[in-house]
């Protein structure tokens, strides 16, 4: 992101050991406790990628020397970390994980007392301070460290918030797949103390990931696909590594992105208060506009990221939040993404409406949305930027051009496509989507082809 030269578009990630050091983790576990005036007490934990618990060990020895208190809730889910941070009442928490990331990437999330992830100007302090060396505290007056167990209290503020007694009486059978990462440690339990029938794959913790990319997607969840049809599930489930993303699958076995099963989430969002707003990010698809139209909402878009869209959730009193890549977020709740309740929830609509999942999908329009990403180092993703949106301005199409992030590209005709370089990996993105299937690949062949040879 412009000006900031550690975080990308959540939190701080790299290559364990090269990128990322111990050294560099303590200084930053310093450096956040100078946020927080040098006071207080934060919750810690980690995914179980195989450096995480390395890395936690460095950052607890910063937080400590700069004079906050730390309760070290070991391996857990970053939503258990935040109802922790809530329900203890506490100043923050520091999550070390590389989120959907490859493992051997690890990473920091940084949250404040509300449950958000740092802003970007909190993050431009916190930098401005690791770059300028941090205060550390004298010895009298380091940090107190304690262990804690964050899962008991995770389950018990999930099911506060949805109707126990509807789902427990609904019979759902739901196959769990958190991918071999920390949700593990927690999705099943949950799902089973509400009395769903819980299948769960995948569910041994292993920090090498084996059995699918930590990052879940429809072309990845070919396991949780076959099970869910082979044992009639009602529904199946895939988390990240670090357990804050959900993506569904219907009874019949389709695989959907965040902003299509978001849509049922919205569309009960805005009913149960009357209308509001929606705040998502630019990549989202045309079928929230659809369905806010229809629920008196409106759809506020910002740059990608969790920073950024719960910046705008608190600035506009937003009744729902959402990321495309499986982010869904209760401002009631707390300001991130829980694949637990999520799932819950999800549970709630479908028996509530007495409706498959695939049927409550089936009453939306549809859109065909195509993603591709491509390989492309930090130094060159600005100049490929600028030099594939020049090359389309040349073609003289009519279409208007959205900078919230990267170059969204919208046509009279609502197809858009969208050139945005990752704010978390060495990566090019290309998003398209259309109400035409043809369309759709015409214009991932167009964007694919105007960013492929400036890599070269």
């Known amino acids: 992101m412009e000006g900031l030269k550690l975080f990308g578009t959540s939190g701080i990630r790299g290559k364990a050991n090269t990128e990322i050091t111990p050294e560099m983790v303590a200084k930053l576990g310093a450096s956040f406790a100078s946020l927080l005036d040098n006071e207080g007490e934060v919750a810690v934990g980690r995914d179980v990628r195989l450096p995480a618990e390395l890395f936690q060990h460095a950052l607890v020895s910063g937080l400590l020397a700069g004079g906050l208190d730390v309760k070290d809730c070991g391996p857990a889910p970053t939503p258990a970390l935040l109802w922790t941070v809530k329900k203890q009442e506490l100043d923050g928490a520091v999550v070390v994980t590389g989120s959907h990331t490859p493992p051997e990437i690890v990473g920091l999330l940084f949250f404040m007392k509300d449950t958000a992830e740092i802003s970007y100007q909190e993050s431009l302090e916190l930098e401005k301070t690791f770059f300028d060396g941090p205060k550390l ?50 999705l099943g339990k949950i799902l089973q103390a509400t009395s769903v029938d819980a299948v769960m794959i995948n569910e041994e913790v292993d920090g090498t990931f084996p059995n699918r990319d930590p990052y879940p997607r429809p072309e990845v969840l070919g396991e949780l696909i076959r099970a869910v049809k082979e044992t009639g599930a009602d529904l199946g489930v895939a988390t990240d590594a670090d357990g804050d993303r959900a993506i569904f699958v219907d009874e019949n076995g389709t695989a959907m992105w965040g902003d299509v099963s978001g849509s049922v989430f919205i569309e009960k969002a805005l009913r149960r208060s009357e209308g509001g707003v929606v705040v998502a990010p630019i990549n989202s698809s045309q079928l929230l506009k659809w369905v806010c139209d229809r629920y008196d ?25 959402l990321e495309e890549s499986g982010k869904y977020i209760w401002p009631e709740t707390i300001l991130y993404g829980d694949p637990a309740l999520a799932t819950l929830k999800m549970l709630e609509i479908i028996s509530e409406k007495k409706k498959t999942l695939s049927q409550l999908v089936q009453e939306f329009p549809k859109f065909y949305a195509i993603k591709r990403a491509f390989h492309c180092s930090n130094k060159l993703k600005e100049k490929v930027l600028a030099e594939a949106l020049e090359e389309w301005r040349k073609r003289g199409e009519e279409a208007e051009v959205l900078d919230v992030d990267g170059a969204k590209i919208v046509y009279p005709d609502g197809s858009w496509m969208l ?27 167009l964007a694919s082809s105007l960013v492929k040879k400036r890599l070269r």
């Open 137 to 186: 505290m004298q010895w009298r007056e380091v940090g107190n460290y304690s262990k804690a167990e964050s899962s008991d209290l995770y389950l018990e503020s999930v099911l506060e918030h949805v109707d126990l007694r509807r789902i427990s009486s609904s019979n759902f059978r739901v196959v769990g797949d958190p991918g071999n990462g920390v949700a593990a440690l927690t």
């Open 297 to 321: 909402g409106k759809v506020v878009y910002t740059r990608v990221g969790p920073p950024a869209i719960v910046s705008e959730i608190k600035k506009v009193g937003a009744v729902f939040g």
């Open 419 to 445: 050139l945005r370089p990752s704010g978390t990996e060495p990566v090019f993105r290309v998003y398209v989507e259309s109400q035409s299937s043809d369309r759709a690949n015409e214009l991932v062949e």
